[in-house]
């Protein structure tokens, strides 16, 4: 059974009506040039696409101590667990000689700076977009094949696997695939897989103890008991995590397009003009292999200093398809931040 939302156009109207981004052209200008025929592979080896498993990360962090800490979305107080940034820094530097200090990704955690163009894209803290996607409680019970781009902190993706882990795994009937992309592997092993093992501990086996002395109530230490655990929960639930890091393009395109990916959401993502049309005709040609698959792209309405908008993308989105995608407005008083839903 493919994913669906479960809402219709309707839904999506409030007392203010849709945002005028979903005003439809009266002539849509379509291009029907193949989306792949868009991209290319402009980066250099260090940063193509790879796979990983969750189990090589995973064995990558056996035995380390973890804290973490509680956060709750602004609008419906969901709780979700993520890795405190002071301990991802505590461990890099105590996995470096203090004399030579840290390199590579690994030094972009102590730096102010959320972006630098091909080399980190700020996926080591969580942003506020990511929080709205949660807000909005989907799940997984339909989808087959799952896709977070862009995850860095996998804050939506942790509470969608722990909403699964609440119910009776009897639920779950077919097999589901569940595929994590962010463009630093540091990025993946120290947050992505750790938000995911929290949320899944928290929701399945607090209070049981897989190490062998006590520690406090929000630390874990990654021991053998633990991975073993979440392994075989992860059987039991029918679920396959693997990741991948690196730069998007025609090869993760191609590393993806058999795998009949039902549901994608892309958080904060949208915020380069010289990489939003890269993530879009990723999308396009996932919606042209399967036009069940369904879409959400969360973003602000625009990043100053850097150019992207979600108006952008919904405008690059009408000119590819024809069609404009349903856009709901998040209101709190702040910056303007949206939805875009793709069905």
């Known amino acids: ?18 945002s005028d981004l979903t005003r439809k052209p009266a002539i849509p200008q379509t291009n029907d040039a193949s989306p792949l025929d868009n991209l290319t592979d402009d980066y250099d080896a260090s940063v193509a696409p790879q796979w990983h498993s969750i189990e090589s990360i995973l064995e990558s962090l056996e035995n380390i101590r973890m804290s973490f800490e509680e956060v709750d979305t602004p609008k419906n107080k969901i709780t979700v667990y993520r890795r405190e940034l002071f301990d991802v820094k505590h461990q890099l530097m105590s996995e470096n000689e203090p004399e030579e200090g840290v390199d590579s990704d690994a030094k972009y955690v102590f730096e102010e700076n959320d972006l630098h163009k091909n080399v980190y894209e700020g996926g080591f803290k969580s942003w506020e977009c990511s929080y709205d996607i949660i807000d909005k409680q989907y799940d997984l019970i339909d989808c087959s094949n799952y896709l977070e781009m862009g995850c860095g902190t996998a804050l939506p993706s942790a509470y969608l696997l722990s909403d699964m882990f609440k119910r009776d795994a ?14 630093n592997y540091l990025v993946l092993k120290l947050v992505t897989v750790p938000n995911i093992v929290f949320n899944w501990y928290i ?65 904060e993502t949208i915020y380069s003009p010289e990489t939003f049309p890269v993530l ?19 973003g602000k309405s625009i990043y100053f200093g850097v150019g992207g908008s979600i108006a952008d993308f919904v405008s690059y989105w009408n000119r590819r398809t024809g069609k404009y995608p349903l856009v709901e407005e998040i209101s709190d008083g702040g910056l303007k931040r949206l939805l875009v839903y793709i069905q």
């Open 1 to 18: 059974m493919s994913f669906a939302f479960g809402f219709t156009d309707e839904d999506l109207v409030d007392e203010n009506g849709f």
């Open 170 to 183: 009897a639920e779950f009937d077919n097999p589901k695939k569940i595929i994590l992309s962010d463009f």
């Open 203 to 267: 929701t399945r086996h607090k209070g049981e103890p897989f190490w062998g002395s006590s520690i406090p109530s929000n630390e874990i230490i990654m021991s053998r008991q633990l991975i073993d655990k979440f392994l075989e929960d992860l059987k039991l639930y029918k679920l396959t995590i693997d990741l991948i890091s690196g730069s998007w393009g025609l090869k993760f395109a191609h590393m993806i397009q058999d795998l009949n990916i039902d549901l994608v959401i892309t958080s």
């Open 280 to 298: 879009s005709e990723v999308l396009i040609h996932l919606k042209r292999l399967n036009r069940m698959c369904q879409i959400i792209v969360a």
